[in-house]
């Protein structure tokens, strides 16, 4: 690579495994010293020498001080450039203890290596040519993703798909340009008209891309800070249980009396390979009890902030007011029905209302576990919906930085577009290049000391 970055000889160090109580550990080390200073630790020395490349062999972790032996570890020795970072790499996997960890990263220390920042390892491979800064940034979000849709995207990214997208871009862009320079050489040209028509339409095509994928950002958002379903109805409508069976334990209180749930309490389950954060809620209840109230007042907090909502409804009443306000806030996309006791009711009348209201619904006996995956299959199904996942729709935009370039780019093409009916070709000339190097600033042909900071910090330690 053409750039000029400051050459850092220190080797580097981290565990690359979750601290705690683990079967086994990594440990990865690189840097020019990685042999040799290992090579001290190692028992038998020898053997470690002579290891041929990305091979795995057994030995003994020592304290090359007190010659104690530490752990029975295995080794692999990668020779630069064939390495992750595309220096001297040495991985050491011994047993995941948190005393073994702490004494070999110390002996390590004490023997001339520094412990490794965040991200320290991906931003070697990257000054070393060992990937492009798009592939680096994919693979922190591969490692941090909260689901299946996040981890695709950045699968995208990582293969270079998204990389491509962005090339096309450009390259509509150049074209663009082309046309606008075109006409600024030679304005008395036939058809200038039509000309300037059709680029118009480019550019807002343009616009339309761009926002699209500020758009599918906004999707991956919701999942990543958690899609929330609000578990809501009547008193006793069965919502602690319809809780407790989606969760799979017995995390509320459940109980013939109203008013049981006070609180909201909030439970992770994994649902289409997606986060999602389920909520029992307060039944809604005209009460006079000032707990009670407070909890219901929580209730319509999630109704609100619910991306989607559960109405719970037993077989055996009308629909109450309650419930209707619930449905009226919610709108009737954003919420489907379980009918609960259908064990114990006659759920027809029910299902008849519900289906006039043109509420998807199922019914289900809430205190039978064997109806679990019925609930989750419903429940999942409308998640998907409210999603729209859809494969061909994986986007260009992983993190902020990504975000806030597009978001600086649409305001251009936003522009852009309210001069072009004026005769400013120059100008718009101008910021067609401009959006050019935020495109390239995207893809990383860049070299700035803190744009390369701020992408790596945000990696975990030990990659
Ligand atoms: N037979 C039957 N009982 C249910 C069903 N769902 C809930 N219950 C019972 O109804 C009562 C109230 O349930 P709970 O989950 O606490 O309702 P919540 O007030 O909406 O949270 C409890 O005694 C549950 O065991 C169901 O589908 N069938
Ligand atoms: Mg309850």
Known sequence: MSMSFREDNETIAALATMQGKTALAIIRISGKKSFE?????????????????????????????????????????????????????????????????????SILNKNGIRFAKKGEFTRRAYINGKMDLLKAESISQIIQCNGKWQYKNAMEMYSGASKKKIKEMKNEIIEILAEIEAQIEFPEEDDVKGKKKENSKKIEKLL???????????????????????????PNAGKSSL????????????????????????EDVIIKGEKIKFIDTAGLNKTKNMIEILGIKKTWEYIDQGNLVVLVTPANNDIKDEEERIIE?????????????????????KKKILKNLKIQFIEACLIDENERSNIIDFIGSHIEEALKLNEDEYG??????HEEIFLRIKKKVTEIIKKRDNNFEEIISFELKEILNDLEEFIGETNNEEILDSIFSEFCIGK
């Open 37 to 105: 200073i290992i090579k001290k630790c190692i028992f038998p020395e020898e053997k470690f020498v002579k290891a041929s490349p990305k091979t795995i062999n057994l030995y003994k972790f020592l304290n090359n001080q007190t010659k104690k032996i530490i752990d029975e570890i295995t080794a692999i020795k990668y020779e630069f450039p064939k390495s992750y970072t595309g220096e001297n790499m040495v991985e050491i996997i011994c047993h995941g203890s948190i005393v073994v960890i702490e004494e070999i990263l």
């Open 208 to 234: 339309v891309k761009i926002e699209k994928e500020i758009e599918k950002r906004e999707k991956v958002k919701i999942i990543d800070s958690g899609f929330i379903i609000p578990l809501v109805g009547i």
């Open 396 to 401: 260009i935009i992983c993190n902020k930085r």
């Open 243 to 266: 809780f407790n069976l989606i969760i799979g334990f017995n995390r509320a209180i459940v109980h013939h009396e109203e008013g049981t749930t006070r609180d909201a309490i909030s």
């Open 329 to 349: 806030l919610v709108g009737k996309e954003k919420i489907v029905a379980i009918i609960s006791k259908k064990d114990i009711n006659d759920t027809e009348k």
